[in-house]
DNA sequence: GACAGCTACCTGGCATGACCATATAGTAGG
DNA sequence: CCTACTATATGGTCATGCCAGGTAGCTGTC
């Protein structure tokens, strides 16, 4: 039970996070959905199956956050590459802003206590 | 839409990281849920409305994380304070560890772009 | 050529939790 | 009496993470 709810609890502190990583994670440029699942899974908590990705970028793209393009894979299935658009990284902007408000208070109330 | 967009996403991360706090802001001491309301206003980024908080008490009691009990107020209406139990000072230290790891990712990724 | 295994994409349905609006009630001041 | 502040509580809505499952291309092996 203590495990239950341990794992429940990082499943809901991870909503809004993933989509602020995935967004971050195509700053570098174009990356398809399959890397971005790869390449967090070597972060430390922010571990994600296929489920996860897909549906977020379908609504970063419906969203018009990113474009999308098919490309050829020299060994497998063809890969959908994803990049960001100006709008797109406009928002990561202010969402990184937001999240290091955030990141600030949760320290200090979790450092502290909030005992003043 | 842009605003829409980022109101939306803030209040998704704000799941569990809200928990978290709470249960953190309990570390120092008994308080009750509209003590806790004006505590957390002060903090940036973590401003709660008594509706938000209310469930996250019941849930915390009803998990066996939190005490709670009656007491009258000196000026109005009875307060209920809430209290940590060993239980919720065990899972929030388990919770400060994921929060820390979770942080240490969600920062090399805004970072670097995850360009490696 | 049948099969396993990896790459790569996508979807339906469920559970969870933040927030709004609203309700209730005690106390104080005009 | 009415407004305002303190204080607790709840029902409904909505977005999201994730599990389970499905499709499909390519490689290697027996």
Redesign the interface.
């Known amino acids: 039970?203590?495990e239950d709810?341990?794992a429940n609890?990082?499943?809901?502190?991870?909503?809004?996070?993933l989509?602020?990583?995935v967004l971050?994670?195509l700053?570098?440029?174009r990356r398809y959905g399959y890397d971005i699942v790869k390449?967090?899974s070597g972060?430390?908590?922010?571990v994600i199956g296929e489920g996860t990705i897909y549906p977020i970028l379908s609504r970063f793209k419906k969203?018009g956050l990113v474009d999308a393009a098919l490309a050829e894979s020299p060994d497998g299935p063809a890969r959908k590459y994803y990049q960001l658009t100006p709008?797109g990284r406009?928002?990561l902007g202010?969402?990184?802003a937001?999240?290091a408000?955030?990141?600030?208070?949760?320290d200090?109330?979790?450092a502290?206590?909030?005992?003043s």
Do not use: N, P, Y
């Open positions: 039970m203590e709810f341990l609890w990082t499943t809901q502190a991870r909503k809004g996070l989509e602020l990583c971050a994670a700053r570098g440029g390449r967090l972060v430390g908590g922010l969203d709008r406009g928002l202010k969402m990184l937001s999240w408000e955030v990141r600030a208070g949760v200090h109330i979790t502290t206590g909030d005992e």
